[in-house]
């Protein structure tokens, strides 16, 4: 038996839905950017797992003390790529100009995160350590931006036959 269903064993079957525990979750989601985010307010579920507890207090302790943070950097905006990142999964798959642009804005936007959390570890412990073990490839961000300007069109250089 988890620690969940133990839990669940001392209070009523029917104390969720007497909580209105749904409409939580609904209204939490209802203030996520991106789906991912969404989703994963909408599969929240009680824990009696003190460590797991304690775990996301910290987080949300954080993440309001990041909320209320002056620094420019912690108001870069989500860049919600997941449709388009799902779409690579799929053989001969091609993005659009614009998806690669938003892609492009995705991946700059975690980089400046990185660096953000790197910065500020003593501060932010926990977020950071979602952020360390990622490993962007400058080489991406590089090859995209030989490809298409600021405004996500494709360059007149984008190619030698382009250049000609």
């Not at 980089?111 to 360390?132: D, Q």
Request: aromatic share 6%.
């Amino acid at each position: 038996m988890n620690v969940l269903e133990s839990w669940m064993n001392i209070y009523p079957a029917e104390l969720l839905q007497q909580l209105d525990f749904h409409i939580i979750r609904e209204e939490l989601a209802a203030n996520c950017e991106g789906a991912v985010a969404r989703q994963m307010a909408l599969d929240l579920h009680p824990s009696a797992d003190a460590v797991r507890i304690r775990t996301h207090l910290l987080e949300t302790s954080e993440g309001l003390q990041l909320l209320s943070d002056q620094d420019g950097n912690a108001a870069h905006r989500y860049v919600d790529c997941m449709e388009s990142i799902q779409r690579l999964g799929f053989e001969n798959a091609v993005l659009t100009m614009a998806q690669i642009h938003q892609l492009r804005s995705m991946l700059r936007s975690i980089k400046s995160w990185k660096i953000f959390f790197k910065e500020r570890t003593g501060i932010y412990p926990v977020l950071s350590a979602y952020f360390n073990p990622l490993h962007l490839p400058d080489s991406l961000l590089e090859q995209i931006d030989k490809q298409l300007d600021e405004h996500g069109l494709l360059r007149d250089d984008a190619s030698d036959l382009l250049k000609d």
